[in-house]
């Protein structure tokens, strides 16, 4: 889905996307689709899968386009970035490969997105009032994800852009919703929030990197659905 999604905006990279691009971008799918497929042998699966992924997918480049609250340009696809860090005497390196980047050309503001085929939201709304970013167990009982403020800041320090000119959403392809990362009344209470998401990246990682606490599980519900959770409980 990724590299279906990757080959549909690639002919577009560095220009200009509007809400009268829809047409083309789903001819674009429609290749990319195509190409993606044809070296995989017929079969009830195959045809299901492609049939169930063509309408995902179409579905989700009419409502995206539609919605453009601006003209964008596509500013990277599938792009690794990298920040290093330096957190309590050590040297630590953030990195991770952004899905897609979009430039507004009038509010000259960046959105980071990233792809997900389900449609679990990772960013509540009003995470702040329940959670001790400084606490290593309240962070694990109410912070799902720190993608997007990783990406955030990756994409910052790598492109040299001030991180307070840069949004961030999952785009979930399963329902065909997005989960915007700042969801605060204003730019305030969202500068507060991207605030306590790194002070909560400090916090695991130097949980992490502490000789003084010991590895151990946590063993909640949570841990139910990890992929880790064989090693981690061994």
């Given at each position: 889905?990724?590299?279906?999604?990757?080959?549909?905006?690639?002919?577009?990279?560095?220009?200009?996307?509007?809400?009268?691009?829809?047409?083309?971008?789903?001819?674009?799918?429609?290749?990319?689709?195509e190409?993606?497929?044809?070296t995989?042998?017929?079969?009830?699966?195959y045809?299901l899968?492609?049939?169930?992924?063509?309408?995902?997918?179409d579905?989700?480049?009419?409502?995206?386009i539609r919605?453009?609250?601006?003209?964008?340009?596509?500013?990277?696809l599938?792009?690794a970035?990298?920040?290093p860090?330096?957190?309590?005497?050590?040297?630590?390196?953030?990195?991770?490969?952004?899905d897609?980047?979009?430039h507004g050309?009038?509010?000259?503001r960046?959105?980071?997105?990233?792809?997900?085929?389900?449609?679990?939201?990772?960013?509540?709304?009003?995470?702040?009032e329940k959670?001790?970013?400084?606490?290593?167990?309240?962070?694990?009982?109410?912070?799902p994800?720190?993608q997007?403020?990783i990406?955030?800041?990756?994409?910052?320090?790598?492109?040299?852009?001030?991180?307070?000119?840069?949004?961030?959403?999952?785009?979930?392809?399963?329902?065909?919703?997005?989960?915007?990362?700042l969801?605060?009344?204003?730019e305030?209470?969202?500068?507060?929030l991207?605030?306590?998401?790194?002070?909560?990246?400090?916090?695991?990682?130097?949980?992490?990197?502490?000789?003084?606490?010991?590895f151990?599980?946590?063993?909640?519900?949570?841990?139910?659905d990890?992929?880790?959770?064989?090693?981690?409980?061994?």
């Amino acid at each position: 889905i990724h590299r279906i999604l990757s080959d549909t905006f690639s002919p577009y990279l560095g220009l200009t996307l509007t809400k009268e691009s829809e047409d083309t971008l789903r001819g674009s799918l429609q290749n990319a689709l195509e190409t993606s497929f044809k070296t995989i042998p017929a079969s009830g699966d195959y045809y299901l899968f492609k049939r169930i992924a063509a309408y995902k997918l179409d579905s989700f480049l009419r409502r995206h386009i539609r919605t453009l609250g601006e003209p964008v340009a596509i500013e990277c696809l599938e792009e690794a970035f990298r920040k290093p860090l330096e957190i309590g005497g050590s040297s630590v390196s953030l990195h991770g490969r952004i899905d897609r980047v979009d430039h507004g050309i009038a509010s000259g503001r960046y959105t980071v997105y990233d792809y997900k085929t389900g449609t679990a939201k990772q960013y509540p709304s009003k995470i702040m009032e329940k959670t001790d970013f400084s606490d290593i167990l309240s962070i694990h009982d109410h912070v799902p994800s720190f993608q997007l403020p990783i990406y955030i800041h990756i994409f910052s320090a790598q492109r040299n852009i001030p991180v307070e000119m840069i949004d961030a959403a999952l785009i979930l392809l399963g329902n065909n919703t997005d989960d915007a990362l700042l969801k605060g009344k204003d730019e305030e209470e969202n500068r507060r929030l991207f605030a306590a998401y790194t002070s909560g990246i400090e916090t695991v990682i130097r949980h992490m990197l502490d000789p003084d606490r010991p590895f151990e599980a946590f063993d909640t519900n949570r841990c139910t659905d990890c992929p880790a959770r064989d090693l981690c409980h061994m």
